[in-house]
């Protein structure tokens, strides 16, 4: 019998895109798959093939060997015998139920004693104690999910599919809530396919990431990787990689390519073949900034430009920095560095970047 989870189908829409799934999941052990990429790209339509509550128009979806979906032969199990746990983006708790009421509602049919035992577990597990009784609209949006991924966890289901869980919740209840995740998922060893936009969420929960965009995916592997090394220019960007340009090279010295990106010079690793012309992406974050008379000659970055600011844009702890240093260039610094040295629009700065923070993507 064939492990883990595999699927190939295409969901089809009269006044909209064809949504394209073609993937492996591993079931034996734990591990995190994020599902990532932007709004409108799929990722919601993929999970709910996947749960039972949409149908594939072309293709399959097996796990362990058992056929879940076949749309040729126009199988489709019910989710409810799909063995999975589904965690909403808004809970979708019953509201007339407590929060223990909410727990216990997938485990009908087991004796009263068993019950009481796992539901009491999943409160410990979960940090619940105390709330027990309370009803949904008595607690907190993070208690809220918190309940909801006990009732998905609470019958230990072959995966748990996670739409966007943490999206409604303000950043203090987000970070806590994740932070707990990551210890109920090792705990617990049940594989997840978590979905999600955020960059954050994927990097501290995710082992594998599947970058979702136009409705297909499009790279796989591990999140740091396809965040640092995006395989084409419009992931780059789908990605939140804030400067992608398209530059020349000139030659390479040292273990390092020269490239010509507008009118500034660049230095980046050499990363195989490349034609004459790349686009160079570089993180927001792989950006220092210094005032051009404070900055010390001896820094470590290879690539220093003058640059004048020509834009600030809050990002709540970070500042977004629009440079111009012969090409357009973007920077985030944290809000203190930014009142630290007075930065402000029309402001010459230096603006440095490690060789190593620019990742070449070949023209083809």
């Known amino acids: 019998m064939s492990r883990g ?11 909209g895109p064809s949504i394209r799934a073609a993937f492996s999941l591993p079931t034996e052990a734990a591990s995190v798959t994020v599902l990532f990429g932007p709004s409108g790209s799929g990722k919601t339509t993929v ?12 293709g399959f979806l097996r796990m362990e060997g058992e056929v879940w979906c076949d749309a040729a032969s126009e199988l489709h199990l019910p989710p409810q015998k799909r063995s999975l746990g589904f965690v909403f983006q808004d ?46 609209g008595e607690l907190s949006g993070g208690q809220q999910q918190r309940v909801a991924l006990g009732r998905a966890l609470i019958r230990r289901p072959r995966l748990v599919l996670m739409d966007e869980p943490l999206t409604a919740l303000d950043r203090p209840a987000r970070e806590a809530l994740r932070n ?27 082992d594998r ?18 965040f640092t090394r995006p395989r084409t220019p419009a992931l780059a960007e789908a990605l939140g990689i804030g ?22 010079e660049l230095l980046a ?25 404070d900055a010390h000659a001896d820094a470590s970055p290879r690539n220093r430009l003058r640059a004048t600011i020509t834009g600030l844009e809050p990002k709540g702890p970070l ?25 402000k629009a029309g402001d010459t700065v230096l603006a440095m970047i490690k060789a190593t923070a620019i990742h070449l993507i070949p023209v083809m």
């Open 180 to 206: 707990d995740l990551s210890r109920v998922f090792r705990e617990l060893a049940i594989p997840v396919l978590l979905v999600t936009h955020d960059r954050d969420e994927a990097l501290q929960l995710g």
């Open 269 to 293: 690793p050499h990363e195989g073949p490349l034609g004459e012309w790349v686009h160079a992406c570089i993180r927001g974050e792989g950006v220092a900034v210094e005032r051009e008379l």
């Open 47 to 58: 999970l709910r093939c996947l749960a039972g509550l949409d149908r594939p128009d072309q």
């Open 209 to 226: 990431m599947l970058m979702m965009q136009d409705g297909e995916i499009q790279q796989d592997g591990p999140p740091a990787e396809v």
């Open 91 to 136: 809970g979708a708790l019953f509201p007339h139920l407590s929060a223990a009421g909410n727990l216990a509602y997938p485990l009908t049919g087991l004796p009263q004693a068993e019950r009481h035992r796992l539901v009491q577990a999943m409160v410990e597990l979960l940090g619940l104690g105390g709330l027990e009784r309370r009803r949904p």
């Open 243 to 264: 400067t992608v340009v398209k530059a020349r090279v000139l030659g390479s010295e040292g273990g390092l390519v020269r490239l010509l990106a507008g009118t500034a």
């Open 5 to 15: 989870m595999q699927c190939d189908f295409v969901r089809r829409f009269a006044e």
């Open 319 to 343: 500042v977004r920095l629009h440079l111009d240093c012969g090409f357009p260039l973007e920077a985030l610094v944290t809000t203190w560095a930014c009142e630290d040295l007075a930065l």
